[in-house]
């Protein structure tokens, strides 16, 4: 951190926080032209993120025997309430991740999520990159499978059989991450080595840059592509070095869904990661019928940071967890 | 020795790489928004003074290095060994050349120096920032000069070579800065 810890002056200085208030107006002016609904879910709920890389901040309640989640994302409350009809929704609040803290990290952060009825991903990616333009004055993007950018970064196919063997071949060109990817025996955190510390960085920094149709394995809660089910309609957004956003048209199969809580369960077990207990009413609101949609997430404080220029993130919010 | 996780990383910490006692410079965490994070560091090594970039997976461990650092005087050197001694104890520690390295042109008798153990073996020896040191040999100077500009070589007693302004003379103590080898100024004797 830039300063001592026991500072009571604020990390970002007036004329950031006079940008990011302006963003936060353009973000509400930008929906509530579109007519897309603002919501303000439940912080603290009864479920975390069964997310095998992702750590909720739990408290306790008086009177309750058990434990209670900061949510990580609006994600499941959301889509409750689109099961019940809410039709297209935003909402710009807080997040809170824990064991993330970095220059592009605070366990406290701002997330800005929404959710089109009837769009597809690529209609999705339009309207994001139309917000980004507006806020960031950033030319429109352009687009890579992630298939292309291995191809193009790594001259490896990510979806092979044998992209194993390939991906640890072409990682032990780079000293830093031989060791590492000559152990590694999961291929998915090989690709998430290449894709963060690899490609990303690598990622032409004058133009956002849309990364589409990760593999099938790293869905997450998207569906699978109809034509080429080893893909998912998964995409993020990166510009200027910088991670900006996640999104897909979103799993509204059941059945699925709670295969993939099952398959979160283990993999989190294996990780040595404390079990997240399945979200029932997320299940039971998919049961009930998620109209079909495709939702976003974006990193509302890494786009003031864009915005202002600022390369830590404690540069943008009034304080920083070593000052909040 | 303990084991260390990725999120007790920071500057200062001395783990195990490649069979060599590191000391971390740098550590930052990558982490995808979905994804698994890794720790991207910065490493120097302690005995072969390399600094190199390793990765790992946030939440794995590593090896400790049972690296300490202690002040110590200078002795004497036996032309094998550098002797040192803890002026409170009076317990002696002999350091060999690949440890001392080419910091014996900076060793003065009773200079207190901060020596690295590890596993209770000296691997560096660190002079004090500032030594004071006789010339034994230095071209004579022109009178006169005094603004330093130029210099010339001279030789000092432990046989390091420190560039001197023009007006320094052969027989003079003068004081050096050894992080940098320079000459800083004159001392009255």
Redesign the interface.
């Known amino acids: 951190m830039l300063q001592g810890s026991d500072a009571w002056q604020p990390s970002a200085d007036r004329a950031t926080l006079q940008q990011r208030a302006a963003m936060l107006r353009q973000v509400r002016d930008f929906f509530y032209a579109r007519q897309v609904l603002e919501v303000d879910t439940p912080l603290l709920a009864r479920f975390g993120v069964t997310d095998p890389h992702l750590s909720n901040l739990t408290t306790h309640l008086s009177g309750s025997d058990h434990a209670w989640a900061l949510q990580t994302s609006p994600e499941y409350a959301m889509k409750r309430l689109l099961a019940a009809g809410s039709g297209c929704i935003y909402q710009l609040g807080k997040a809170f991740r824990d064991d993330e803290q970095s220059a592009r990290h605070n366990p406290e952060f701002t997330l800005l999520e929404w959710y089109r009825v009837g769009f597809t991903a690529p209609q999705l990616m339009a309207e994001l990159g139309q917000l980004i333009s507006l806020l960031l004055d950033a030319p429109a993007p352009q687009s890579l499978t992630y298939q292309q950018a291995f191809s193009r970064y790594l001259q490896v196919d990510p979806l092979a059989p044998d992209s194993h063997q390939a991906l640890q071949q072409a990682l032990a060109n780079y000293p830093e991450f031989a060791d590492l990817a000559q152990r590694e025996t999961d291929v998915d955190t090989l690709q998430q080595l290449a894709m963060a510390c690899v490609i990303e960085p690598a990622l032409d920094a004058s133009v956002p840059t849309f990364i589409t149709h990760y593999p099938a394995s790293q869905a997450a809660l998207a569906r699978l592509s109809p034509s080429d089910a080893r893909v998912a309609e998964r995409f993020e957004l990166f510009y200027r070095g910088l991670e900006l956003a996640n999104g897909y048209h979103e799993l509204t199969d059941a059945e699925l869904q709670q295969q993939r809580f099952i398959s979160d369960q283990q993999q989190r077990e294996q990780l040595g990661r404390p079990p997240m207990p399945a979200d029932r009413r997320l299940l039971a609101a998919l049961q009930h019928g998620l109209p079909d949609c495709a939702g976003v997430a974006v990193g509302f404080d890494r786009l003031v940071m864009l915005r202002c220029g600022q390369s830590h993130i404690q540069q943008v919010l009034p304080f920083a967890i070593d000052r909040a | 020795m303990a084991n260390y996780s990725t999120?007790e990383f920071k500057a200062g910490l001395k783990i195990m790489q490649d069979g060599e006692p590191c000391s971390i410079i740098e550590n930052?965490?990558?982490?995808?928004?979905?994804?698994?994070?890794?720790n991207?560091v910065r490493i120097r090594k302690l005995i072969s003074g390399k600094v190199?970039?390793?990765?790992?997976?946030?939440?794995d461990t590593v090896e400790g290095a049972d690296v300490v650092d202690v002040e110590l005087a200078f002795l004497y050197s036996d032309g094998e060994f550098w002797h040192f001694m803890n002026n409170d104890t009076f317990e002696q520690l002999a350091a060999d050349a690949k440890a001392v390295g080419d910091m014996t042109k900076w060793l003065v008798e009773q200079n207190v120096c901060v020596l690295t153990l590890w596993n209770g073996s000296p691997i560096a020896v660190t002079p004090p920032n500032f030594v004071e040191l006789e010339i034994v040999e230095t071209d004579p100077g022109l009178k006169g000069d005094t603004a330093g500009t130029g210099g010339k070589p001279a030789t000092l007693t432990t046989g390091a070579v420190v560039k001197v302004p023009l007006f320094v003379q052969r027989g003079e103590v003068i004081k050096v800065d050894t992080r940098s080898g320079e000459y800083v100024s004159r001392v009255q004797k």
Do not use: D
């Open positions: 999120n930052e965490m990558v982490k995808p928004g979905k994804g698994q994070a890794f991207r190199v970039e390793k990765t790992f997976k946030s939440g």
